[in-house]
């Protein structure tokens, strides 16, 4: 028995193009249903939902999530930097990558060891963030900038 060429495409993590715009489909809304990708993808339900399977099994789709608008003038934008005393530092990160107030994370290099981009309702709830992420385990200090704004001049 031959092997077909593009179901050996589908093993060992090996991504193709269907794969790429699966990605891209589901990275502009995550939302859509299998039967709308199948239409978009010429494929299957079925095919679809094993595609999306094994891309999330080979931790290329990490997760859904939905992205709900801000209300600017209510919320206070601020960039943390965090020194780890543990390593590896990803038993630390998983404590808090998801926590709400938590836009954006990033691994650097230097005297930090990450930069987290939060945004929180004021002050007070910046400090108590502040507070939450200094007592977990494995972080050495935290320290917090206030975004005064984003735009150039």
């Known amino acids: 028995m031959t092997e077909n060429p593009s179901e050996h495409r589908q093993t060992g993590g090996v991504r193709d193009a269907i ?4 990605v891209a489909l589901l990275s ?12 978009a993808l010429a494929l299957s339900r079925t095919a679809v939902q094993a595609r999306m399977a094994r891309l999330e099994r080979d931790r290329v789709i990490l997760g859904y999530r939905a992205v709900v608008a801000e209300r600017d003038e209510e919320t206070l ?5 965090l020194t780890f005393s543990r390593r590896p530092c990803l038993p630390v990160v998983r404590t808090f990558r998801h926590w709400p107030e938590i836009r954006e994370y990033f691994s650097v290099t230097g005297p930090n060891d990450a930069v ?7 002050a007070h709830a910046l400090s108590a963030l502040v507070d939450r992420l200094s007592a977990v385990a494995g972080v050495a200090s935290v320290q ?3 975004v ?3 735009e150039l001049d």
Do not use: H
């Open 77 to 81: 934008q601020a960039v943390l930097t």
């Open 116 to 122: 987290l981009i939060v945004r929180v309702g004021d």
């Open 19 to 22: 794969d790429e715009k699966l």
């Open 28 to 39: 502009a809304d995550a939302r859509m249903t299998l039967t709308a990708l199948a239409r």
């Open 148 to 150: 005064l704004r984003t």
């Open 144 to 146: 917090s900038a206030v």
